[in-house]
Structure formats: structure tokens, C-alpha cells
């Protein structure tokens, strides 16, 4: 009898103490999935924490790099355009000093406007170029620019990808060229107040252009060693043509005569900068483009801007 009573006792003290190892590894296991999920919390706040901080760094890296490009000189096209199209005006005004049009076996044409830009034909020029996909070179003048409304033509062509360059400020030959040879303080003068002109119109304040155009053309004048001299020195170029439509020259001309004389003047050249107007009364010039550009594309002319 007191044999079994002792037996249940030892049972009873098996289960308690079973019961109690239970209670203790329980709550060791939920001690160590408290601690876990503490350490894995920690460990998520950290990585959150990080990413954070990549996050941070990379906006302001964006932001240094944005702004560094803000202040970057943005010479003659905006860059991600001068980068497909550009080519260095200095290797052209080389190669029309030198009549030297072989390129190198390339075939490359600058479709070059002048006088513009006019609020009648300039914006029609920007379509048909853009149709095309091609871009152009746009020689501006100060007193188109100053007519209400030019800012944001010049806006548009800059926008589209168009390169800009400077043809002076007056255009005036007698104030450029008393006697037919350069006065070089009125030419210096006239083309930095276009400069500047430009840069106001476009609201771009790190805009220059290194590319100018004489009014006239530089070699039409006397003794212009020193528009060479000085243009070297501050690395711009002076660039006149080696073809043309003939919008500008003798009688009045119709498309269909435009169009024979760009084709006719660029024949057998590799290199071909030219010359056309996109100011006021110059609209049959606008008809004739798209087949100018339509005959060079078919000849396997790549066309390209001056910068």
C-alpha cells in the first residue's frame, strides 16, 4: 500500500518537474524569438537606414551634377544636339579658306540661314527641318531679334536643336566696312551687342557662339586680316559659304529656281556649307527646302550643324 502511495507521489514529481522544463524551454523559446526579432528589426531599421542614405547621397550627387551643367558654357547648340550633329566650324573655315571640299571622301552639308529670325518664315523652317529630321545653322541678327516676338522664334529654334551664330548686330556695311574695309572697333562692338543679345533672348545665361558670319560675307570686303587675327585669339571662326540658293542675289527668284541653284552650286563638292535666308520675304526659299534637303539626302550627304 505505501509502496503505491510513494509510487504516485514520484509520478506526481515527474510531471511537476516535466511540467516545469516545459515552462522553462517555452519560455527560453520565446526569450530567444524576442531577441531575434529585435535583432531582425534592428537589422531592418539599419538596412532602411542605408538606403536612406544611398538614396540621399545619390539625390544630392544628382543635384551637384545638375548644377555643375547649369553652369557649363553651352557653345553655338544645346549639347545633346552638338553631340549628333556638331562638327568643329574651325575644320570648315579651314577648308573654304583652302577651296579644299574633297572632306576626306565625306559627304557632309551645313543648310546655313541668315538675316532671321523672322516671325513669318523662320517658324515654317523649323517644321521642314524637323520633318526631315535634320538640323541647321542659324547666322541671327539683332535687328530681327529685337522685333516682339523673335525671343521666342530663337527659343524654338534653340529648343528643336537648331545651332545658333552671330551675323552682327546692325548688318550695316557702311558702320562694318567705311570704304569697303573693315573698321574693326565697329565690327568688334557690333557683333559683342549681338552677342549679348542672343544670350538675353534665349534666357541662357552660359550661351555663346564662336561661329559669326560677316554681313556681306568676309570675303567680299578689303583687308580683313585682322577679323582673322582677332577671331583666332578669342578660337571663333569666320564662316562664308562655297553654295547657295540665290535667295539674296539678282532678280527675284521662284522655288523652282532656288532649287536649281543649290543643287547646281553644291555639285561635285564633299563638303557643302549653304547659304540661304529665313528672314521677311523670303518664302519661296521655305517652299524650295524640302526638296534641297530631299537631293543631298538622296546623294548620301549627312547634314550637319556649325558649333
Known sequence: MKSKKR?????????????????????????????????????????????????????????EVEEKEKNQPIVGQMPKYKAIYGVDSQKVWNALNTYDYDNGGKKEIFLTFDDGPSLTNTPNVIKILNENNVKGTFFVIGKSLKIDGAPAILKELYNNGMAIANHSYSHDYAYLYPGRVVNMDNFISDFNKNDELIKKSLGVKNFSTRVIRCPGGQISWKKTEPINDYLIKHNMTSMDWNALNGDAEGPKKNAEQLYQEAVKSGHGKNLIVLLMHDTYGKEETVKALDRIIKHYKKLGYEFKTLV
Open 7 to 63: 509510487s504516485k507521489r514520484n509520478t506526481s514529481k515527474r510531471k511537476a518537474s516535466n511540467f516545469s522544463f516545459k515552462k522553462i524551454l517555452l519560455f527560453v523559446i520565446i526569450i530567444a524569438c524576442l531577441a531575434g526579432g529585435v535583432k531582425i528589426g534592428l537589422a531592418y531599421k539599419e538596412e532602411q537606414q542605408a538606403l536612406q542614405n544611398q538614396k540621399a547621397q545619390k539625390e544630392e550627387l544628382a543635384k
